[in-house]
Nanobody
């Protein structure tokens, strides 16, 4: 059974940085496309970024609002996907979730309902 666990959230001032981690267990890391989503209070969960599975080319995609500020990377030895968040702004405040799916197609990467496995989320708060 695939399990995901996020960590690294916290409180940071505008312009600061955080690095979130998503550890994946119970499955072969390279088989999964792993994405980051976030949900702000009173808003729907939204796509942030995804790294597609190695079999799908491993390309990384970002939502426009985080391009140039957020960076996805991975450590295969640790079965971990990272989300480095720089130049944070209050609008980035949300609970951040990682999600994984073994059969994700390109046209569905932004659709949260296409991901089968989810972590519990980690809170990121950016103060002004």
């Amino acid at each position: 059974q695939v399990q995901l666990a996020e960590s690294g959230g916290g409180l940071v001032q505008t312009g600061g940085s955080l690095r979130l981690s998503c550890v994946i267990s119970g499955g072969t890391f390279s088989r999964y496309s792993v994405g980051w989503f976030r949900q702000a209070p009173g808003k729907e969960r939204e796509f942030v970024a995804v790294r597609r599975s190695s079999g799908s080319g491993g390309r990384i995609y970002y939502t426009d609002s985080v391009k140039g500020r957020f960076t996805v990377s991975r450590d295969d030895a640790k079965n971990t996907l990272y989300l480095q968040m720089d130049s944070l702004i209050p609008e980035d405040t949300a609970v951040y979730y990682c999600a994984a799916d073994a059969g994700l197609i390109l046209s569905s990467i932004r659709n949260q309902h296409q991901y089968d496995h989810w972590g519990q989320g980690t809170q990121v708060t950016v103060s002004s």
